[in-house]
């Protein structure tokens, strides 16, 4: 019998104890830099002529490990792996694969601020970031162990005399989970082992920015004594092995997390039945969004502030669920403006290592690049009320940017730019706050703030997002209290975290027997 499941709580950092044991973390994590990690394929380790070398943002100079690079041939080999460990997996009793998950989630507590610090490190997030995307982590294992335990009889359904009928849930096949730089333990261990739950087999392919993390997961999913073949770890360049496999006749599903333009082409590609292809390739790809903070008339204006600030600003805007955009009534505009700058002007930028950074590097120097122009874009489309520069020294890093007195069709209010940029737009009317909030081809995240009950209760019906928030930021979903994804183009709305993800990952079985 299992426990009720409970989020993994958050490290309150303003102990002491907790203080020092994370900086304890970051020496040892600081003394383990620039190791070199093989491809895992059928539980052998294999190395290629290729690597990917992964640097601190922060410190672009500084290594933190180098992983080895699948091709073509070395994805066939994990391929087929995979596809006869298969046959093998999908009969271990789901009991005995929802244990395997929480033996690593307990793994992973007992070493939670070392893989926080191996975040702070590879992807450039400040202590609590790195916290909490550990902490998502450990509650996608103990999430999903539980649905399955839920799942595993099926559901009932009715049976007349003289018949027995069952509904139950069974595994597809091989998946190929392709994830994302930016949640690079929770989204790649949280797509991972809702796959593998579910008795399927897989391939991950993590974000070249961030394989380190993903390799020191892929060894915490060995201890806890997962078969070998059943995870098959092949870093490597989307565009090379990604093509490959996404076309594969033997690929059953793609579970991927990324951007719109590389979502919609895996979902292209993935309709095309390949000669030897004997199913319909099912995908579930969670992709960017445009996210907005509504400010009411009515609103209370400090928390307005911080909704807006924290949603744009957290983990450098890197997050899919970001406020890029405060719309703001008329009536209250300027003055949510000014106390939105006071709250940027203060926040602390630098090496997220320093327990004080709120707000370290973007994640590397594309990301860079594309951020600035679009400042340079917001500077032509609005005011540039705070922020604005970028400096290359050490790191990747952007100030805190706010643009104001953007117009609703700009391309800063409508395309995702992924970095510490907000634009701010002003609106007329209670309707025209939702007409714009809904103005985007995206629909992932939005946040209403304001008192008036018969104005939540219409945003509730008309704020088009697959996770609308009232009076709080529009970031921080927590795994089964607010399960996470979105309408439009922010993807296929698979609602991670939450008690339909695991069906997508199998297929319904109807057996009726005569009696
Ligand atoms: N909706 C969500 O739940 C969610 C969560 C996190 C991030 N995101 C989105 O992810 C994006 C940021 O992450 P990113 O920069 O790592 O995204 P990305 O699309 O650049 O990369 C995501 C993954 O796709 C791989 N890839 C690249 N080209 C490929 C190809 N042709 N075939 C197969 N795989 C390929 C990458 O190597 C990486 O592993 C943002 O748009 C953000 O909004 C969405
Ligand atoms: N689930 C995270 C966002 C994931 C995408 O980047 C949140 O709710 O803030």
């Excluded at 992807?123 to 550990?134: S, V």
């Excluded at 003289?162 to 690079?184: A, D, K």
Aim: hydrophobic share 40%.
């Amino acid at each position: 019998m299992v426990t009720a499941y409970r989020h993994e709580p958050l490290t309150d950092f303003t102990v002491d104890e907790n203080k020092l044991a994370f900086m304890e973390a970051l020496k040892q994590v600081n003394s383990q830099l620039g190791k070199k990690y093989p491809l895992i394929i059928n539980g052998e380790r294999v190395t290629s002529g290729a690597v990917i070398a992964s640097y601190n943002p922060a410190r672009k100079t500084e290594l933190i490990g180098t992983v080895s690079a699948a091709n073509k041939e070395l994805a066939e080999e994990a391929m087929q792996a995979a596809y006869s460990a298969f046959s093998v997996w999908k009969k271990w009793p789901p009991e005995a694969r929802a244990h395997l998950l929480l033996k690593a989630a307990a793994i992973i507590r007992k070493r939670k601020h070392e893989f926080s610090a191996y975040l702070v490190k590879e992807a450039g997030k400040p202590w609590k970031e790195a916290d909490a995307d550990t902490a998502e982590a450990i509650d996608f294992l103990e999430y999903y162990a539980r649905q399955m335990l839920d799942l595993k009889d099926g559901v009932p359904v009715n049976s007349r005399d003289g018949e027995n009928n069952r509904y139950t849930y069974i595994p597809l096949g091989v998946g190929v989970i392709i994830s994302p730089f930016n949640f690079p333990l929770a989204i790649m261990a949280g797509t991972t082992v809702a796959a593998i739950v579910a008795g399927n087999t897989v391939l991950l392919k993590p974000s070249n920015n961030t394989p380190v993390v993903a390799a020191k997961f892929v060894e915490v999913m060995e201890e806890a004594g997962l078969p070998k073949g059943v995870l098959n770890f092949i870093p490597g360049s989307g565009a090379k092995i990604g093509d490959y496999l996404i076309d594969h006749p033997k690929t059953r599903f793609v579970s991927f997390t990324g951007s719109r333009e590389v979502g919609c082409r895996i979902y292209d590609r993935a309709a095309k039945v390949h000669p030897g292809q004997v199913w319909l390739k099912r995908v579930i790809a969670e992709m960017g969004g445009k996210d907005t903070v509504v400010v009411d008339e009515d609103a209370d204006l400090d928390l307005a502030a911080a909704s807006i600030v924290y949603s744009g600003f957290g983990f450098s805007g890197q997050k899919c669920s970001a406020g890029s955009r405060a719309v703001v009534h008329e009536k209250i505009y300027e003055q949510v403006l000014e106390k939105a700058i006071a709250l940027t002007k203060a926040l602390t930028v630098g090496n997220p290592e320093e327990a004080e950074t709120y707000m370290g590097p973007v994640i590397d120097q594309a990301a860079f690049n594309k951020i600035m122009s679009y400042i340079d874009i917001g500077k032509k489309e609005g005011r540039l009320v705070t922020g604005g520069e970028g400096d290359l020294e050490q790191g990747f890093f952007i100030q805190p940017t706010i643009i104001a007195d953007v117009d609703e069709k700009a391309r800063i209010m409508q395309e995702e730019i992924f970095g510490p940029v907000i634009a701010f737009c002003k609106a007329e009317s209670f309707d025209h706050l939702l007409q714009i909030a809904n103005n985007t081809e995206y629909g992932l995240t939005g946040a209403f703030i304001s008192k008036s009950r018969e104005h939540i209760e219409r945003a509730q019906q008309e704020f088009h997002v697959g996770n609308l928030y009232i009076n709080r930021t529009c970031t921080g979903a927590i795994v089964g209290y607010q399960p996470f994804g979105g309408f439009q183009m922010s993807g296929t709305d698979s609602k991670a975290g939450g008690p339909d993800y695991l069906l997508l990952h199998m297929q319904a079985k109807t057996i009726s027997e005569a009696l």
